[in-house]
């Protein structure tokens, strides 16, 4: 990896927030934990990422979507994965029409490691191509 990826993981699961955030270092990415809304909300106004890792069951009032919402206000080309174990037609629809990729849980760890570098190569690729 010629550059160390910023990658922002929100899961209200503390025991799998670290799962993925230990996954993600080991692979070289400089990864960010939040576990409520308010956390990922903030972490996004700070900080730039270069993807969002956002779980759809966050907690009883909120959802994965008003983190994807926030944070495509602030960079409408952030690339974003839904991970969701509780899809319905409803959020499926909502996913395509966001433009997301979706990871269902139990998350395949050869599919979640092959997933990310792949996203993070095409849009950064067609980035770079458009600018050069």
Same mark, same amino acid.
């Given at each position: 990896?010629?550059?160390?990826?910023?990658?922002l993981v929100?899961?209200d699961?503390p025991s799998?927030?670290?799962?993925?955030?230990?996954?993600?270092?080991?692979?070289?990415?400089?990864?960010?934990?939040? $576990?409520t809304?308010?956390?990922a909300?903030?972490l996004?106004?700070?900080?730039?990422f270069?993807?969002l890792?956002?779980?759809l069951s966050l907690?009883?009032?909120?959802s994965?979507?008003?983190?994807?919402?926030h944070?495509?206000r602030?960079?409408?080309?952030?690339?974003c994965?839904?991970? $969701?174990g509780?899809?319905?037609?409803?959020?499926?629809?909502?996913?395509?029409?966001m433009n997301?990729?979706?990871?269902?849980?139990?998350?395949?760890?050869d599919?979640?490691l092959? $997933?990310?570098?792949n996203?993070?190569?095409?849009?950064?690729?067609?980035?770079?191509?458009?600018?050069?």
């Open positions: 990896m010629s550059r160390q990826y910023r990658i929100v899961d699961e799998v927030l670290f799962t993925y955030r230990l996954l993600l270092e080991k692979q070289g990415y400089a990864v960010a934990g939040a $576990t809304c308010a956390e909300f903030r996004l106004d700070e900080k730039d270069d993807l890792l956002c779980d907690d009883e009032n909120h994965g979507f008003e983190v994807l919402e944070a495509r602030r960079n409408t080309t952030l690339p994965i839904l991970l $969701t509780y899809a319905t037609a409803d959020s499926a629809q909502k996913a395509r029409s997301l990729s979706v990871l269902y849980k139990p998350i395949d760890i599919e979640f092959s $997933t990310i570098p996203i993070l190569r095409n849009v950064y690729e067609q980035s770079a191509a458009g600018n050069g």
